[in-house]
């Protein structure tokens, strides 16, 4: 009788782990509005990927072939360097990530 509790607990466990991640993929995947920073000395935009604190990872993106490249930074947010980024929150269908 132990040897099928183990199996259902083990099985259990699985279930509940495939189901997050099944939940946190399709969320992702229906995601469509993003953060967009576009670097005024480059004219160059990037999607910002996640904020830590003063710190962001940001990526560049095409906005006109809604590509994203994996070509990650990480940049630090300075005080006295504001003005040579522009934030905008921006609605971008199918993004893709490039290869």
Do not use: W
């Amino acid at each position: 009788m132990k040897k099928y509790e183990s199996l259902l607990a083990i099985c259990f466990v699985a279930f509940i782990l495939f189901t997050v991640f099944d939940i946190g993929y399709s969320i992702a995947e229906s995601e469509s509005t993003y953060i967009v920073m576009k670097d005024n000395s480059t004219n160059q935009s990037y999607v910002v990927l996640s904020v830590q604190g003063a710190r962001a990872i940001v990526a560049k993106v095409d906005l006109k072939r809604s590509t994203v490249y994996p070509e990650y930074q990480l940049i630090k947010f300075e005080t006295d360097k504001l003005n040579e980024h522009t934030l905008s929150l921006k609605e971008i269908k199918n993004l893709e990530v490039k290869k």
